[in-house]
């Protein structure tokens, strides 16, 4: 089964930048549709943004332009690049493995990684 590790987070300042990755295994990430979700304390888990196979992205609509996700088939990495953080970001991101963008499509989780802005 796949597995998924989360690292990166950390605390910045409003406007700061921080790099997600998650590691894959049990997989390659080349066949896989991989996405980040965030939640906040009291809030539901949202999707940030995804990649699919060919490398195709989608995006939160809010978030477009600030996030960006890639992945390395080589290293079998998926990263998540946040830009300008604001203290609305903040929370525990997660790495999920599924078939669309919606949560319900996600059926394997990472333990997630905390951004805290402040």
């Known amino acids: 089964h796949v597995q998924l590790v989360e690292s990166g987070g950390g605390s910045v300042q409003p406007g700061g930048s921080l790099r997600l990755s998650c590691e894959v295994s049990g997989y390659m990430v080349s066949e896989l549709y991989m996405a980040w979700f965030r939640q906040a304390p009291g809030k539901e888990r949202e999707g940030v943004a995804a990649i699919d196979k060919s490398g195709a992205t989608t995006y939160a609509g809010s978030l477009q332009g600030r996030f960006t996700i890639s992945k390395d088939n080589a290293k079998n990495l998926v990263y998540l690049q946040l830009n300008s953080l604001e203290p609305e970001d903040t929370a525990m991101y997660y790495c999920?493995?599924?078939?669309?963008?919606?949560?319900?499509?996600?059926?394997?989780w990472g333990q997630g990684t905390q951004v805290t802005v402040s």
């Open positions: 999920g493995r599924g078939g669309g963008f919606r949560k319900y499509e996600i059926d394997s």
